[in-house]
């Protein structure tokens, strides 16, 4: 069964320890990160959500990112990112 984790709208710095742990809570899972309500990504959050994307394809999980919000899309893109280079996921 897949869990999935839905992001909350502001993930800046004080947002970063509470994803991680909510994160953590569902290793071993496959699991969806839901970032359909992100407005704005802080480097903190986005920094654990790679780690965390390499984590779970070390362990053989599936790590993906659903619905991302054109915010969280322009600021990923920011960093050089999009939601498919930072889970390894070939675009559909």
């Known amino acids: 069964m897949t869990a999935v984790i ?3 709208e502001r993930l800046d710095f004080g947002a970063v320890t509470p994803l991680k742990t909510n994160i ?3 290793a ?3 699991l969806e990160i839901d970032a359909s309500q992100v407005a704005h990504m802080g480097t903190l959050c986005l ?4 780690a965390a994307a390499n984590d779970w394809k070390q362990a053989g999980k599936t ?3 659903i619905s991302p919000s054109e915010t969280c899309k322009t600021q990923l ?4 990112f999009s939601p ?3 889970t390894g996921v070939s675009p559909t």
Request: aromatic residues 4%.
């Open 84 to 86: 498919d280079t930072i």
């Open 63 to 65: 790590f993906r990112i």
């Open 77 to 80: 893109a920011l960093h050089g």
């Open 24 to 26: 953590l809570g569902h």
């Open 47 to 50: 920094q654990v959500l790679i």
């Open 6 to 8: 839905t992001l909350q």
């Open 28 to 30: 071993g899972q496959d």
